[in-house]
């Protein structure tokens, strides 16, 4: 994930470990975003969208490995570090507190640590395995985006009315993420699918 990761941000940007980037104001917007998805309205009806919080955690993943890869000597370290903090999650029990003490701390230290995105993980049962897999997938939605114009705002997100995400969730469920061509799969699956 790691080198998929790298792969991603030098397609947007060749330069991106010379650029700055906040990772860290990524991160606590997309909180914002899975809370959203979580629902906290109190006025209103809401269901939890736990596919889309959990693919919004992803996100976070994405943002937060790329911080960590500017941080870190190397990629094995690097794995080490967050191997090492997400074996030792957060206590608070509250999925919107645990999601907002995230984007608190966040900017705070203006980096995420693992132990509070394992604490949502465990809180939205969501298992490293299946991390790995909505990674992968949403890595390649990422490029599949960027291939079809996201960059210079060609891109079309709303496909059928459902955003891409939900595509993306949607397709997941058919493949086989242990197949030697699960990322080609989604790739094609998403392009059978995109109407641009």
Request: hydrophobic residues 40%; charged residues 25%; aromatic residues 12%.
């Amino acid at each position: 994930m790691l080198e998929m990761q790298d792969a991603m941000n030098a397609r947007v940007n060749p330069g991106w470990r010379q650029a700055n980037n906040a990772w860290y104001r990524a991160i606590w917007t997309e909180c914002a975003e899975m809370l959203d998805h979580y629902g906290w309205k109190w006025w209103k009806h809401q269901k939890p969208d736990l596919d889309q919080v959990r693919l919004e955690l992803v996100d976070i993943f994405h943002f937060a490995v790329s911080d960590y890869l500017l941080r870190g000597a190397d990629n094995g370290e690097v794995a080490v570090r967050i191997l090492g903090e997400l074996a030792d999650p957060g206590s608070i029990s509250d999925i919107p507190e645990a999601i907002e003490s995230m984007a608190q701390s966040t900017i705070a230290h203006k980096s995420m640590h693992f132990s509070e995105f394992a604490n949502v993980m465990h809180l939205i049962e969501m298992d490293f395995d299946q991390l790995y897999r909505l990674y992968v997938g949403k890595n390649v939605l990422n490029f599949f985006r960027q291939d079809n114009g996201y960059k210079e705002g060609s891109y079309v997100k709303i496909w059928q009315g459902r955003e891409d995400n939900e595509h993306l969730s949607e397709l997941l469920i058919s493949l086989d993420s242990e197949s030697a061509g699960f990322k080609a799969d989604v790739y094609q699956g998403l392009q059978s699918r995109y109407p641009g």
